[in-house]
């Protein structure tokens, strides 16, 4: 019986390794080996490296389509670094990759067919591994490298991978995809790094500048050993002495960085923040994106805007194919080569197309440029620098431009009799609206595979416009004018705008009749407008708003121009306009709940229903994101000009959504000279620089919503606010005493803000909330509030700081376990 400890202690010893070890989770292999492989259907089936940077493995591109693809594991959005079979995808179920025993890793589609393979057939290649650097390497048993991913880069290089004389790297789609796109960056035949577009009708290159020398460009071209290598402390260098450095490289090699062809042409340097695994641009080629080559196809135009290009088609020409701006506009007429025909030009200013020039002239005087284009029947516009007389007759358009430093203009060439008494319909889409997250968003599907009964078929579609590709439209004024009938001499100056969109209709006077049933149901609204509910065919519920007839109509197209643009959750979605004769409306989403002023003045008796403390948080919230993306977001120049109760409407949900964009104003983005003259806006919600005659920018809200936000806790108007003890009579209150209200309240709160008591939170929340309120978030939202209200507006803090200190402030108050409860309003 002595030996029974040893005995028990074998047994033990023997269950462990059998029993235990077995069911610990194995830790992921860095390697392949020989005979082993790698399955589609298992989602343990990859390879991570040592220090788990990276991981190797089928990612999923789209509707059962499946690519082998190199990622960074830490990367929110699985960020691809390289992909074996990007331009064929395989089936979700039965592929494999396979380290074969003749030494070839080979990736197999369901039906057994060879997708892609290493050239290692016949070696003594033992296994595949994934290194720390992303680098997925085949070697033999003595470490030897037999083949190597970073011999083969996608549209990405990594530090130490060096860039060479065969490789190059080419862009993927947009839309998320991994497939092939039509930029890439090369060492060209002079030894110099290039950016080329290579699109389906044309190529060009793009970067460095070509409109300039190698020289003038800070390049070198008598090295031709042509190598280059992005470093780990984020500095790239090459055998041209292109040298760029990233914004964080004095953080050294902690930071994960890749240098990336993106979908939009742009070769930008990206790092990776580790604890949020986003990227960041660290460096771009191209600061202005409107440079790329071929962005918005032939005859299209680069809008450049304040941050982000938009596409757009020249007067008298149209989109193409909606779906894919990539091919650019064609034109709405015909030029025969005939004598007779009779033609005029249309300036379009600061506006340039790149290449394709017939000839050119220097220091001629535009007459003579525009004759000479004239006769030419292969000439279909020029361009013009009016200083130089610089003179470019064009045999086909492409990379268009307008940039607000560009010296010319593009004159088109029209037929005399083009009709132009319809409104010119400027259709304006918006390529990328972020192009740094754009890369990273997974969206829809690149790629649809169809499997068919007996055998695997394919069936792509391609997604051209980008994953935020948003038909969005913008206008812009185009000066034409026209040469008279003898060709040459100016004879007038027009100027216009108009504009549709995409999903966003024109509807027949008809069509909304049946919808509102003969506009029989009138919405109860303020305001000038009536509103009739209604019902599209197609079962949306709509809300029908009759615009007055004698709105001019250039206000009437500023209008449309401006909410066709608008797409956020706390906006009202616009689903389109009829303009017919006097008939004018807008078309928009329905909502429930009515206005807020319903719900906040009618002290509760009305059938609009009262609001609770989080009913009117949420409002708070709301109301301070959509005006921020008004101010901030893709839309900057945008002020509503009338933030008030009654133009903020209420889903089924409570959630806000601003309305009543007839006032708002394309802000000057110049800033220097607003053109908004007349006063604007609600009395009582009116900012002070309305009545000192100052330029009016997007603070006017901010100040309009400070008042909102003390109505929110007051339950009732700001301006019925009484002084303590006074006693006021029933009397036409003047606007400047409704002023001088406001005034008294705000120094009221202030004071009381900065006393130490707390207790006169209690007095000022509408006591119809009988204290169900936090405390601590009404007495920020009125510190929020009064900030809001500075007399000197660039005291009044942003939209978007707002929404944020609102947001923090629900995040707080949730961690510390605040309940969310509804108060009923007793019968
Ligand atoms: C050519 O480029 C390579 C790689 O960048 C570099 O090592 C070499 O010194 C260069 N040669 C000359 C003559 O500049
Ligand atoms: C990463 O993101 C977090 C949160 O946005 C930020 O606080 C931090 O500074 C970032 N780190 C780096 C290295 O940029």
Redesign the pocket.
């Known amino acids: 019986m002595e030996n029974s400890p040893a005995v028990l202690s074998i047994i033990l010893f023997l269950a462990i390794t059998f029993f235990v070890i077995p069911f610990a989770s194995p830790s992921p292999q860095s390697s392949l080996w020989k005979g082993s492989s790698l399955s589609v259907e298992v989602d343990s089936d990859i390879l991570v490296s040592p220090d788990e940077s990276f991981t190797f493995g089928f990612h999923r591109i789209g509707n059962n389509a499946y690519a082998l693809s190199i990622w960074f594991s830490n990367s929110a959005n699985k960020t691809i670094a390289w992909t074996a079979n990007r331009d064929h995808p395989v089936n979700g179920l039965g592929s494999s990759v396979t380290l074969r025993k003749d030494g070839a890793l080979v990736l197999t589609d369901v039906d057994g067919t060879v997708v892609w393979s290493t050239n290692t057939s016949s070696t003594q290649a033992d296994q595949a591994q994934l290194l720390d650097t992303g680098n997925l390497v085949i070697e033999d048993p003595q470490g030897n490298v037999l083949w190597q991913s970073f011999d083969s880069p996608t549209d990405t290089i990594l530090p130490t991978q060096p860039i060479t004389k065969s490789k190059k790297l080419i862009s993927s789609m947009p839309g998320g995809s991994v497939s092939s796109g039509y930029y890439s960056f090369y060492f060209d035949n002079d030894n110099v790094m290039k950016l080329m577009y290579d699109g389906p009708q044309v190529s060009s290159i793009y970067w460095p500048n070509p409109d300039y020398n190698i020289w003038q460009n800070g390049r070198?071209n008598?090295?031709?050993?042509?190598?280059?290598?992005l470093d780990e402390s984020g500095t790239f260098?090459?055998?041209?002495?292109l040298s760029f450095s990233a914004s964080d490289s004095d953080m050294g090699s902690v930071i994960k960085r890749r240098l990336t062809l993106d979908y939009d042409g742009n070769l930008r340097l990206h790092s990776l923040n580790n604890s949020t695994g986003l990227w960041s641009v660290s460096w771009e080629a191209l600061p202005n994106l409107c440079d790329v080559h071929g962005l918005c196809g032939r005859n299209g135009i680069c809008v450049y805007n304040t941050q982000k290009p938009m596409c757009a088609c020249p007067f008298a020409y149209e989109v193409s194919a909606l779906s894919d701006w990539g091919e650019g506009c064609k034109p709405m007429f015909n030029i025969s080569c005939e004598d007779s025909q009779q033609l005029r030009f249309v300036e379009l200013k600061k506006t340039d197309f790149w290449g394709f020039d017939i000839n050119h002239t220097s220091s001629v005087p535009l007459d003579a440029c525009l004759e000479l284009c004239q006769k030419d029947c292969t000439c279909v516009a020029v361009s013009y620098k009016m200083g130089s007389g610089d003179c470019y007759t064009k045999s086909a358009l492409f990379n268009g431009r307008t940039a607000p430093d560009f010296p010319g203009s593009l004159y088109l060439k029209l037929p005399l009799n083009f009709d132009t008494s319809d409104m010119y319909v400027l259709q304006v889409h918006e390529p990328i609206c972020n192009a740094a997250n754009a890369t990273e968003a997974t969206v829809a599907a690149p790629k649809y595979v169809e499997i068919a009964s007996s055998r695997t078929k394919w069936t792509y579609f391609y997604w051209f416009i980008s994953a935020f590709g948003l038909i969005e439209i913008f206008f812009i004024v185009f000066g034409w004018w026209f040469a008279s009938k003898n060709g040459t001499k100016p004879t007038s100056i027009e100027e216009g705008y108009k504009l549709i969109a995409r999903q966003f209709k024109r509807f027949t006077y008809k069509e909304l009749k049946k919808a509102t049933g003969n506009f029989k149901n009138k919405l109860e609204r303020e305001g000038s407008r009536a509103v009739y509910s209604g019902v599209l065919e197609d079962e949306r519920v709509v809300a029908v708003e009759k615009l007055d007839d004698i709105i001019p109509n250039e206000a009437f197209w500023a209008e449309v121009s401006v909410i066709a643009r608008i797409n956020h959750m706390n906006l009202v979605r616009i689903w389109g306009f009829c303009s017919e004769h006097s008939h004018r409306f807008l078309v928009s989403e329905f909502m429930e709940n009515g206005s807020l002023d319903k719900h906040l003045f009618d002290g509760g008796h009305s059938s609009a229903g009262f609001l609770g403390w989080k009913e009117r948080f949420q409002i708070a919230v709301g109301v301070a994101k959509g005006l921020a993306y008004l101010h901030h977001e893709c839309l900057e120049w945008v002020i509503h000009c009338d933030v008030k109760p009654e133009n903020i409407l209420l889903d089924s949900d409570f959630e806000p959504k601003i309305t009543d964009f007839g006032l708002a104003k394309l802000a000057d983005r110049g800033g220097a000279h607003s053109k908004i003259s007349k006063v604007r806006g609600s009395r009582g919600y009116m900012a002070p620089e309305w009545a000192l005659n100052l330029p009016i920018t997007a603070k006017v809200d901010v100040y309009s919503y400070g008042v909102v936000l003390l109505e929110l806790l007051m339950g009732s108007r700001a301006s019925d606010w009484k002084m303590e003890g006074e006693d006021r009579e029933e009397e036409q209150v003047q606007e400047e005493e409704l002023e001088l209200e406001l005034l008294g309240l705000v120094r009221m709160l202030k004071g009381k803000l900065g006393g130490t008591e707390d207790s006169w939170i209690d007095d000022f929340v509408d006591a119809r909330l009988i204290g169900q309120f936090n405390h601590r978030k009404a007495t920020v939202m009125v510190e929020i509030a009064i900030s809001c209200l500075e007399e000197n507006r660039s005291n009044r803090p942003t939209m978007d700081s707002v929404a944020q200190m609102l947001i923090a402030l629900d995040d707080e108050s949730t961690s510390h376990g605040e309940h969310s409860y509804s108060v009923m309003y007793p019968e």
């Open positions: 070198y008598y090295n031709s050993s042509r190598y280059g290598v260098q090459s055998s041209d002495r």
